[in-house]
């Protein structure tokens, strides 16, 4: 069975633009996390969606958005980048809602913001 | 405002001795913890967990333990393996109302040989 795909793998972009990031789940899963992981934060919860509504959300400013189609396939945007956004993205997908101990993470986006 | 935390960034031990990672918490709503394993360039893998009605679980090799008057819980790697090298994070959430994931900042383990 296919893992967790993200894509793209890298991106770089300038302050103020905004960027989208994708994410397709394993086959059967319906839940998507996304996280983001910086040197000085650490791992932080971004958003959880479950059939196609967001379930669950960290503490992140209105600037970090997700959705979610009806084939479970995630999209994460980030409008105006600041520098600080700089980070590795990661999804996750679950069968169900909030499973965190089944969770199975993707290889993650490397998002560079200059 | 860190809610979990743990407090060494790196630990070093040998092959076949016991690996102990800590990790504090601050919320006492949390009700359910996770330990998370990260290779470099791949995304974390479970390990395992415990509820804060217990206070130990064991899976194989792997053993956490939970404290909760202190706010404190560990994992206990024995014995420990090289493949065991890896960034660890413990997690933790409440399992009613807002059930966000919230990690702490990761432990960096090396298992000489």
Partial sequence: ?114 | DQQVKQNSPSLSVQEGRISILNCDYTNSMFDYFLWYKKYPAEGPTFLISISSIKDKNEDGRFTVFLNKSAKHLSLHIVPSQPGDSAVYFCAAFRGTGRRALTFGSGTRLQVQP
Wanted: glycine share 10%.
């Fill in chain 1, 1 to 114: 069975k296919a893992g967790v795909t993200q894509t793209p793998r890298y991106l770089i972009k300038t302050r103020g633009q905004q960027v989208t990031l994708s994410c397709s789940p394993i086959s059967g899963h319906r839940s998507v996390s996304w996280y983001q992981q910086t040197p000085g934060q650490g791992l932080q919860f971004l958003f959880e969606y479950f059939s196609e509504t967001q379930r669950n959300k960290g503490n992140f400013p209105g600037r970090f958005s997700g959705r979610q189609f009806s084939n479970s396939r995630s999209e994460m945007n980030v409008s105006t980048l600041e520098l600080g956004d700089s980070a590795l993205y990661l999804c996750a997908s679950s069968l169900s809602e909030s499973s965190w101990g089944e969770q199975y993470f993707g290889p993650g986006t490397r998002l560079t913001v200059t």
